[in-house]
């Protein structure tokens, strides 16, 4: 078992103010390190904050399970795991040492990683939350055999806290890889894909695959023997390791560029057609981010006509950040909004006008 420097439970707090909200018919803009703000638009409502709301619960380094609270910070999470040899497989953004744990899950933003390991939702066991009708619920587990509820706790991954707030997560973790390398290989454009695909019918170890500047740069990990093996195929030269977490983080000179960013989400298979900017392809296809002046509807019009989504990162540079769904997906979303949250105070318009 290890626990942070800091700890406290201030749920007790928490759900006092929700109560008092639901009362006055309140409107909560739901905030923990604040650093993901700037993705969704923007609440009008009282704050409600999760930091003094922190701590880990428990760990099992055996069992490979982490549960802690809402407000505990990202880093010192990851801090915890480093010392035992275990990681976050998601390797989700912190975008600052701000960032908590609950917003994490909320976001459900995921890392260079995802198209190997999975999402943050796949690695979410159990979440306790406080419900839109005050009520304090614990749904899910802290093992995958315990179901009850697991569907309900994966809903929130992603939710932005429309559906209620988070106040705990239970999280699957795994060991740390036995060797990690970072490649760089010059290849044009048209070869990308083509050899992406090649390498993962081969099942090679690979863990990241980012094309940027005429450079495709490959993160293999896993076992010394396969890693080897893996780069005397792939060829290349070593690259510093670093630039997955300065890519993950938004931290490469690719993203200074000063017009809007856009996240497309593509099938990963998608040619590698051009679009309106400058684009770097990561998650071996399935994500480019896009730098762009282009207008919001021809970007999702692009994207959309390659079988994709598009969503806005730059705060305040469209009234819509993410695409906007098709009228029978937004009617459930509005009746699961309905049953989790009845009277619309969590988070209120943060992902749809109306939501």
């Known amino acids: 078992m290890r626990s942070e420097p800091f700890s406290a439970d201030d749920s007790a707090r928490l759900i006092e103010q929700v109560q008092r909200a639901l009362a006055n018919r309140t409107p909560l803009f739901i905030r923990g390190g604040n650093s993901k703000a700037f993705l969704g638009r923007a609440v009008d409502g009282e704050a409600i904050d999760t930091r003094s709301h922190r701590g880990i619960v428990s760990y099992d380094p055996t069992e490979l399970i982490m549960t802690a609270r809402a407000g505990t910070s990202v880093s010192e999470i990851n801090a915890v795991l480093d010392a035992a040899g275990q990681v976050l497989p998601c390797e989700p953004p912190a975008f600052g040492d701000a960032a908590t744990i609950g917003g994490c899950v909320a976001s459900g933003l995921s890392g260079p990683r995802r198209p190997w390991s999975g999402s943050v939702r796949d690695f979410v066991l159990g979440c306790r939350v406080i419900t839109g009708q005050g009520k304090h619920l614990r749904f899910g587990g802290e093992v995958m055999k315990n179901v009850a509820g697991y569907d309900a706790s994966r809903l929130l991954a992603g939710s932005f806290g429309c559906l209620g707030l988070i106040t705990e997560v239970s999280l699957k973790v795994l060991p740390k890889a036995r060797l990690q390398r970072s490649l760089t290989l010059d290849l044009a454009a048209a070869d990308v894909l083509r050899e992406?695909?090649?390498?993962?019918?081969?099942?090679?170890?690979?863990?990241?695959?980012?094309?940027?500047?005429?450079?495709?740069?490959?993160?293999?990990?896993?076992?010394?023997?396969s890693v080897n093996a893996a780069v005397d195929r792939i060829g290349g030269v070593d690259h510093d390791m670093r630039f997955w977490e300065q890519l993950r983080e938004h931290r490469l000179p690719f993203f200074d560029d000063p017009r809007q960013l856009w996240r497309i989400s593509l099938p990963n298979n998608s040619p590698i057609d051009p679009m309106p900017g400058n684009v770097l392809i990561d998650w071996a296809g399935a994500q480019r981010w896009l730098k762009s002046?282009?207008?919001?509807?021809?970007?999702?019009q692009s994207a959309q006509a390659?079988?994709?989504?598009?969503?806005?990162?730059?705060?305040?540079?469209?009234?819509?950040?993410?695409?906007?769904?098709?009228?029978?997906?937004?009617?459930?979303?509005?009746?699961?909004?309905?049953?989790?949250?009845?009277?619309?105070?969590?988070?209120?318009?943060r992902m749809y006008d109306g939501l």
């Open 196 to 225: 992406l695909s090649t390498w993962r019918k081969a099942a090679l170890p690979v863990s990241g695959a980012c094309y940027i500047d005429g450079k495709l740069h490959i993160r293999l990990e896993g076992g010394t023997g």
């Open 293 to 300: 002046d282009a207008s919001p509807d021809t970007i999702r």
């Open 306 to 349: 390659a079988g994709g989504h598009a969503t806005c990162f730059t705060s305040s540079s469209t009234t819509e950040p993410f695409h906007p769904l098709a009228a029978p997906l937004l009617r459930f979303h509005k009746q699961l909004k309905q049953q989790l949250d009845p009277n619309g105070i969590f988070n209120p318009g």
